[in-house]
């Protein structure tokens, strides 16, 4: 909330304008060294298929099931840590304040709106991470013998987070794409009363 009311008033003056491209740039390295971080870190988990995160077309509880049990429990215990303590907590916080800084900078006249897609992608993976946190959580139990937790909801609950989130990710890049596309074509369409003027000067010019 703080970053959304900083850059609402940065972005009126032109240094204000340096300084949100500063920042957008900063938060964009630190964006993808986490993320590079984050693949790195989760390379050892990729079990001829990737993590559960990555999937795009979504998963039921039984790919989950035989995913898990493809991991040691000392991979399944790096997975929750990567999940809930070190890259993929921190990423979708500098996804979102990245996103919505970089919105803000091709789309100064979107107020609010601005932050609303980087918002969703924030949200959607974290109740993500956490709905693959429980999961793991209910395939120990039930690998100690403890209790077996039926996870076919959660699974359906994590795999439909998992679609949203990666439409959130796809819109907000689109939009910045257009913003872009369509500010430089504005820019460089001189406008209807650019061209009266040229018009008016060219009549004279003749006469």
């Known amino acids: ?87 993929d907590r921190w990423f979708p916080i500098l996804a979102f304040v990245f996103g919505g800084l970089l919105t803000q900078l091709v789309n100064p006249s979107g107020g609010f709106f601005n932050w609303l ?14 709905c693959i946190d429980q999961m793991i959580d209910a395939h120990f139990k039930e690998q100690a013998g403890q209790e077996v937790i039926d996870i076919s909801d959660l699974a359906d609950v994590s795999s439909k987070m998992t679609l949203v989130k990666f439409a959130f990710y796809g819109a907000s890049i689109a939009f910045v794409i257009y913003c872009l596309v369509t500010r430089r074509w504005v820019t460089r369409r001189p406008s209807a009363s650019a061209r009266a003027v040229k018009a008016e000067a060219k009549a004279k010019k003749s006469s």
């Open 1 to 87: 909330i703080v970053v959304i009311f900083i850059s609402q008033s940065l972005v009126k003056a032109t240094m204000a304008r340096t300084f949100l491209k500063i920042a957008t740039a900063l938060f964009g390295i630190a964006t993808a060294y986490t993320y590079a971080n984050l693949i790195i870190a989760g390379e050892p988990l990729n079990k001829d298929e990737p993590v559960l995160d990555l999937r795009i077309t979504g998963y039921t509880a039984a790919d989950v099931q035989t995913y898990f049990n493809k991991l040691s429990p000392r991979e399944l215990a790096l997975y929750r840590e990567i999940e809930m303590v070190t890259y």
């Open 117 to 130: 897609m980087p918002f969703g992608m924030f949200f959607f993976d974290r109740c993500e991470n956490t």
